[in-house]
């Protein structure tokens, strides 16, 4: 039973995702637009491009996750089945983990697989095309986990889409400094094994600590 | 009746804003009872049912469940309760039977076919596979209702059912409540209408608004 009700959440999740394609289109359709502004605004040199492409992709997959951040909770808090998940014969932190699986393959994974795609449009070298899509398949899924955490928070508010940026952002700091490092590294020709490390660690500790974190802001969200 | 009490409520308070909706709440509900919850708008009807259902923990005073502290048989608890809100719990860009496959899920042994029978009995037939944002507000409400149908919790703790059904809808439930308390389950509901079953039992939330003196000895006494 205790396995059914995970993969019980984790189905219907995944069927509003697509029946909401909307939603799960919106943060790629920004990440494609921000990143095809940039060569536009700053001129196709490639010296240029190729010296600010990796902070620039891992800045916007970072602000893509933030701007669907706030969907995760907030229509379950609206039509009453987050209470339903409270009150669940289940572990909450074990449904949390089932939502943020098909948060993240609703828009970490089409994000990974994008990045590529507009790593050419900014001359990123080859070299380096496998240390993005690492790093942002690692770093979307922590920034998923923690973010979850944010979201939890600030469901119960009437606007939270701002607070959810500001608890949340500090946190991905960490991320994004090594995300966007082990692309430089790559791009340079370097090795970049280290930072892939501490993002796998970074995501390791983020699947322990933050459902417990999130189905514990939950209970305070839905209570008060 | 002469059955033991499932749930006791000891001297149970809860404030709200600086205001208490109801203190010093002693009652005990047993198998076989249908209980109406009543008092008028904002009295804490549904602050009850949220505390009792679990959903929230905002309160003062003792709840028990088979003569054990809540604490202690939560689990037994949870297994043993149906909530249903003032919110139906119900997606509406799924399906009736997607929708209830989660509810479903939540006990062992219930295959689509006995949600589909569910779906029937609250004569939803030909519309389990009909997105919910197409069917009426009674229609919504009823999809909601048919966990009761196929549910093994021992209570049921229902907020406003009657909300948005017609007149054969609300006999058909009412009926419902009846067979539930006589196969020795327990209903505790609120409704602003008279609800129509044989033996109801009521608490008034209005006969537990404390005077001054009590909220007085409640913070300094």
Redesign the interface.
């Known amino acids: 039973?205790v396995k059914?009700?995970f993969?019980?959440?984790f189905t219907?999740d995944l069927?509003?995702a697509f029946?909401?394609k909307g939603d799960m289109v919106n943060p790629l359709v920004f990440f494609l637009i921000a990143i095809t502004m940039i060569p536009l605004a700053l001129g196709p040199e490639k010296a240029v491009l190729v010296r600010i492409a990796p902070g620039i992709l891992w800045v916007m997959a970072l602000l893509a996750t933030l701007l669907s951040l706030d969907n995760l909770f907030r229509?379950d808090f609206?039509?009453?089945?987050l209470?339903?998940l409270?009150?669940?014969?289940?572990p909450l932190s074990v449904m949390v983990v089932a939502k943020v699986l098909v948060h993240w393959l609703a828009t970490g994974l089409p994000l990974t697989l994008l990045a590529p795609l507009l790593g050419v449009m900014l001359s990123l070298p080859a070299s380096a095309f496998g240390a993005l899509v690492w790093s942002l398949f690692l770093g979307t899924a922590a920034m998923s986990l923690i973010g979850s955490v944010g979201a939890a928070l600030t469901v119960g508010l009437r606007k939270g889409g701002v607070l959810i940026s500001l608890i949340v952002m500090p946190l991905y700091v960490p991320i994004l400094i090594f995300g966007a490092s082990a692309v430089q590294s790559a791009a340079l020709g370097q090795e970049y094994t280290m930072q892939l490390a501490v993002l796998g660690a970074a995501l390791a500790l983020a699947l322990v600590m933050a459902p417990l974190a999130a189905a514990g802001a939950l209970?305070v969200s839905?209570?008060? | 009746m002469s059955l033991p009490a499932l749930i006791e409520l000891h001297n149970l308070a809860c404030e709200r804003d600086e205001r208490f909706l109801f203190a010093r709440l002693n009652a005990s509900f047993a198998a076989g009872q249908v209980v109406q919850i009543l008092g008028p708008n904002g009295s804490g009807k549904t602050t009850l049912l949220?505390i009792l259902?679990?959903?929230?923990?905002?309160y003062r005073g003792e709840i028990r469940w088979q003569g054990q502290p809540l604490a202690s048989a939560r689990?037994e608890y949870?297994?043993s309760?149906l909530?249903l809100?003032?919110?139906?719990?119900?997606?509406?860009?799924?399906t009736p039977l997607?929708n209830l496959?989660?509810?479903?899920?939540?006990?062992?042994g219930v295959s689509d076919l006995t949600i589909i029978r569910a779906l029937v009995q609250f004569q939803l037939a030909g519309y389990e596979d009909t997105?919910c944002h197409r069917l009426s507000a009674g229609q919504l409400r009823r999809v909601a209702l048919a966990r009761l149908a196929f549910s093994q919790a021992k209570v049921w703790i229902l907020d406003e059912p009657f909300t948005a059904l017609d007149k054969s809808g609300v006999a058909q439930l009412e009926l419902r409540l009846a067979d539930h308390a006589a196969a020795g389950g327990l209903v505790l509901v609120t409704s602003h209408q008279d609800i129509n079953v044989p033996h109801l039992e009521s608490v008034d939330l209005q006969d537990f608004v404390p005077s001054p003196v009590q909220i007085q000895e409640a913070f300094y006494g």
């Open positions: 039973m059914s009700l993969w019980a959440t219907r069927t509003l029946r909401h229509s609206d039509d009453g089945s209470e339903q409270l009150i669940a014969p289940y209970r839905v209570s008060g | 949220r259902a679990g959903v929230s923990s905002d689990w949870t297994n309760i909530y809100g003032h919110l139906p719990g119900i997606k509406k860009s799924l997607e496959r989660w509810y479903a899920a939540q006990q062992s997105p």
